[in-house]
Structures are given as structure tokens and as C-alpha cells.
T-cell receptor, first 115, second 112 residues
Framework: DSGVTQTPKHLITATGQRVTLRCSPR?????VYWYQQSLDQGLQFLIQ???????AKGNILERFSAQQFPDLHSELNLSSLELGDSALYFC??????????????FGAGSRLTVL | EDQVTQSPEALRLQEGESSSLNCSYT??????LFWYRQDPGKGPEFLFT???AGEEKEKERLKATLTKKESFLHITAPKPEDSATYLC?????????????FGKGTKLSVKP
């Protein structure tokens, strides 16, 4: 157990629907990162929050949004889902604002299947 | 643009057969180079961080090294439990906004 908790583990939904993925960071970590992992693209950085504030954006689609709450848990909202959104979504956390020199601790992931 | 390329994509070894995995990178000012291990259906697990050329780190049968352009993950006398996908990532000062850029990984299979 890494200390980063993600729910749900598996999610099957239909095109056009909206889902919410939840992440609780490791105790003491203030930064939360969301990554998407698909077979052909590898791990792609989506977005980062630090202590409730958005800090960096990567390859995140406009249909996707995220937020970090005062208790530091984070939610990733995916809307108007398309078949191509099927992937593993990972949350990671770290103690500091920038991950470039700091270790990320990953959760077990949420597997999204869009039919 | 910050970039990470890993090779080979897949590697099959016999138990005890040593080998190396390669990670070539391009980054605007290296903050750190990271190696992670990922087992099927699980999240990446941290192995090593390297910060400067010439640095080396070891853990059991694994040894990571770093030059100005690439990093190697050497696996000595591997065992079947070393089978996993090994991911390399870099953090830079430039366009990645300090966040990690991952390679696509090398899938290692070790047969008994």
C-alpha cells in the first residue's frame, strides 16, 4: 500500500457520459498529480494541484477538469466521454510543489472503460 | 521540448542473464532523472533518483547510472520476480513546468 488511495478501481461507462475519479494523497503530501496511461502513449501528465491551487497543466483535454479540496483530496472529472478516453488514470502525490526533483508516490489507478 | 526515449521496448532474459535498459533524454536543465517499476495493474513504484552526470545508485540486483544524455538500469543476475515494466522519467526546468516526463517503458520478462 503506497498510501495514495484511488477510487473507483474499475469503471465502465458509455460514450457521452460523465465520471468522477477520486484521490486521497499520502499523509503529509500537499501536491496531487493526475496522469493518464494508455497502451500507445505511456504515462501522460494531465494536471497538478498544490495545497488547493492549480500549479501546472499538461495534456489535459477541455472536457476534463480537476480540483483539490481543503482536506487535500482531489477529484478528476471526465465529461462527454469518448472511446479514446479509455485508459488507466493514476493519481500521485508528493510533499512539495514541484515534482521535477522530488519523488512521486502513485496510487493503484482507476481503470476507465468507455463503451 | 523535453523528451524521454526508452529502449528496448521489451526484453526477455533467462534467470541469471544480466543486461541493461537504456533511457535517452532531452531536457532543458535536468532537475532529476527517475526510475520506476510498474507491475501489471498497479501504479509505478519508485526505484531511484539521479541528479547529476556520473551518479550511480544500487538496490539489490539493480544499478542505475547517469550521463549527460542517457541513463542505464543494469540488472545483474535477474530473477523471475524482477519481471515488470521499468519506466524512466525526467524533471526539468523548462517546458514541462518542472513536472515529470515519462518514457513508454521497457517490459522485462525473466524466465526461470
Amino acid at each position: 500500500d503506497s498510501g495514495v488511495t484511488q477510487t473507483p478501481k474499475h469503471l465502465i461507462t458509455a460514450t457521452g457520459q460523465r465520471v468522477t475519479l477520486r484521490c486521497s494523497p499520502r499523509s503529509g503530501d500537499l501536491s496531487v498529480y493526475w496522469y493518464q496511461q494508455s497502451l500507445d502513449q505511456g504515462l501522460q501528465f494531465l494536471i497538478q494541484y498544490y495545497n488547493g491551487e492549480e500549479r501546472a497543466k499538461g495534456n489535459i483535454l477541455e472536457r476534463f477538469s480537476a480540483q483539490q479540496f481543503p482536506d487535500l483530496h482531489s477529484e478528476l472529472n471526465l465529461s462527454s466521454l469518448e472511446l479514446g478516453d479509455s485508459a488507466l488514470y493514476f493519481c500521485a502525490s508528493s510533499p512539495r510543489e514541484r515534482s521535477g526533483a522530488n519523488v512521486l508516490t502513485f496510487g493503484a489507478g482507476s481503470r476507465l472503460t468507455v463503451l | 521540448e523535453d523528451q524521454v526515449t526508452q529502449s528496448p521496448e521489451a526484453l526477455r532474459l533467462q534467470e541469471g542473464e544480466s543486461s541493461s535498459l537504456n533511457c535517452s533524454y532531452t531536457v532543458s536543465g535536468l532537475r532529476g532523472l527517475f526510475w520506476y517499476r510498474q507491475d501489471p495493474g498497479k501504479g509505478p513504484e519508485f526505484l531511484f533518483t539521479l541528479y547529476s552526470a556520473g551518479e550511480e545508485k544500487e538496490k539489490e540486483r539493480l544499478k542505475a547510472t547517469l550521463t549527460k544524455k542517457e541513463s542505464f538500469l543494469h540488472i545483474t543476475a535477474p530473477k523471475p520476480e524482477d519481471s515488470a515494466t521499468y519506466l524512466c522519467a525526467v524533471g526539468g526546468y523548462g517546458g514541462s513546468q518542472g513536472n515529470l516526463i515519462f518514457g513508454k517503458g521497457t517490459k522485462l520478462s525473466v524466465k526461470p
